[in-house]
């Protein structure tokens, strides 16, 4: 599984270079686009060892590639751009190698999570919450958009997404629900017009909407991990008063949604004074 550029050519592995060169076919998710890829680094190859695997086809492609490494041949797989099997192609691919007993080997690169992930700084010790969830693209349909939006609101780590551009006004418009949570926007990263922004949720469509060069390219969207007001107390204080009053489920929610702390956070919190009250 090769990593491939995800936009600027000189991304590319030593190691990269050195298996697409040795391998006998290389697999892919369209043949002319790594034809092309492969030509620019003088490693064209006939059409007669490319092989075509993409999400269209991946099942029955995917034993196509096992009867050819049952034969010995040595295959790699390389997505359009980036590491294969994340959001592109490649992860039925290697569970069908799995089910046949076979190996699949990563080779490292390119990758537009990690890349907006490393420049977001939004992981921090500060912040408390670590690691970063990968949520990918987030549905299409709008009602469907927004019911994910408002899960990931009570996320506290990092969230990671992706856009197409066609649709980054409809999701910055759903992410706007998030009002004054950072986000970092990382557009066409590592090529010509790599353009990376961090600005509070509710202003995205906004910016967006301030060029008409700002909206072209891919999309990779850092969520900054919630922060729960500790310093001022103002999420517990409120917590208590709700739930001198109501059901631990419904004061959590209304806590949540008066002071923007993360609802799970709460929750634990709850549960912990509710405990606390029972033993004294």
């Not at 059409?47 to 010995?72: M, P």
């Not at 418009?173 to 949570?181: D, K, V």
């Not at 072209?216 to 969207?221: D, P």
Request: net charge negative.
């Amino acid at each position: 599984m090769v990593a491939t550029p995800i936009g600027n050519l000189a991304d590319i592995s030593l190691r990269a270079l050195h298996v697409l060169q040795l391998v006998d076919c290389i697999a892919c998710e369209d043949t002319r686009h790594t034809q092309g890829m492969l030509r620019s680094y003088g490693l064209e190859r006939p059409g007669s060892q490319l092989l075509a695997v993409h999400q269209h086809n991946e099942a029955e492609a995917a034993q196509q590639v096992i009867a050819r490494l049952q034969q010995g041949q040595r295959i790699a797989y390389v997505s359009d751009a980036g590491t294969p099997g994340v959001s592109d192609p490649g992860a039925r691919l290697c569970a069908a190698l799995q089910e046949a007993g076979l190996r699949s080997i990563p080779l490292p690169g390119a990758s537009s999570v990690t890349s907006a992930i490393s420049v977001a700084g939004a992981i921090t010790p500060a912040q408390g919450a670590s690691g970063f969830l990968f949520a990918g693209f987030l549905p299409t349909k709008n009602a469907e958009r927004l019911t994910a939006v408002q899960k990931l609101a009570d996320e506290p780590r990092c969230t990671v997404l992706l856009e197409a551009p066609h649709r980054i006004i409809e999701l910055a418009q759903a992410l706007a629900l998030l009002g004054e949570r950072p986000v970092t926007l990382a557009r066409e990263i590592t090529k010509q017009f790599e353009d990376i922004a961090t600005m509070l949720a509710s202003d995205l469509v906004t910016w967006l909407q301030a060029s008409p060069q700002r909206i072209k390219g891919e999309f990779a969207i850092v969520l900054h991990p919630v922060t729960v007001q500790q310093e001022s107390g103002e999420a517990e204080r409120v917590l208590k008063l709700l739930l001198a009053e109501l059901p631990t489920k419904t004061a959590v929610k209304l806590a949540a949604e008066i002071t923007g702390a993360s609802r799970n956070t709460l929750y634990d919190r709850a549960l912990e004074l509710k405990r606390a009250a029972e033993e004294e």
